[in-house]
């Protein structure tokens, strides 16, 4: 397996535009998580879903944000629209089972908003 | 709620020097999961180790090895005489058992930054 898999790697916008980061998790992964790296507040959960079913979005800093998973093999985060603060590396993970099994990370997406 | 405390920001060694860098972490359930990551400079994030809350036994890997200790609510990692490719930031986290009620996937620490000069 090709590991998981994140699309852009970087992306730069300007504010107010929309962007779509995307994620492919690993085949067989019941669990996909996203997270959200900034220098101030490490990593932070921000959603997860168990089935393609969103479990819990708590982490979810304003309802600028969206995620989705229509189908076992993809996922989306959406930020609509865009502020300078989302600046970060967003990260997907995915794993065979909730807690007791490692999480596998993709490579991150760079974003920035400028 | 679940916590992970890194208290080393960075650590700088040189070359063949052996480092510890320090975990803590607190939970309410008896049964969690404890692991450590490493971000090279390139970004990922690398899987070293897993470790349940009912098996204290130390694990060693190579020069890696791994302290967990209940009484103290940590779980250290050593790396024995590191090399420059060690240089990495190092993430503990923190799962608790079973996606009930509160249970949060994943808790990181702040990570430590390890810097081995040549």
């Known amino acids: 397996d090709a590991g998981v898999i994140q699309s852009p790697r970087h992306e730069v916008t300007e504010m107010g535009q929309e962007v779509t980061l995307r994620c492919k998790p690993i085949?067989?992964?019941?669990?996909l998580f996203w997270y959200r790296q900034t220098m101030m507040r490490g990593l932070e959960l921000l959603i997860y879903?168990?089935?393609?079913?969103?479990?819990?979005d708590s982490g979810m800093p304003e309802d600028r944000f969206s995620a989705k998973m229509p189908n076992a093999s993809f996922s989306t985060l959406k930020i609509q629209p865009s502020e300078p603060r989302d600046s970060a590396v967003y990260f997907c993970?995915?794993?065979?089972?909730?807690?007791?099994?490692?999480?596998?990370f993709g490579q991150g997406t760079r974003l920035t908003v400028v | 709620a679940q916590k992970v405390t890194q208290a080393q920001t960075e650590i700088s060694v040189v070359e063949k020097e052996d480092v510890t860098l320090d975990c803590v972490y607190e939970t309410r359930d008896t049964t969690y999961y404890l692991f450590w990551y490493k971000q090279p400079p390139s970004g990922e994030l690398v899987f070293l180790i897993r470790r349940n809350s009912f098996d204290e036994q130390n694990e060693i890997s190579g020069r890696y090895s791994w302290n967990f200790q209940k009484s103290t609510s940590s779980f250290n990692f050593t790396i024995t005489a590191s090399q420059v490719v060690d240089s990495a930031v190092y993430f503990c986290?923190?799962?608790?058992?079973?996606?009930?009620?509160?249970?949060?996937?994943?808790?990181f620490g702040k990570g430590t930054r390890l810097s081995v000069i040549a």
């Open positions: 879903f168990n089935n393609n079913v969103p479990i819990d």
């Open positions: 085949s067989g992964h019941d669990y």
């Open positions: 986290a923190l799962s608790e058992a079973g996606a009930g009620e509160g249970n949060t996937p994943l808790v």
């Open positions: 993970a995915s794993s065979l089972a909730f807690g007791e099994t490692e999480a596998f």
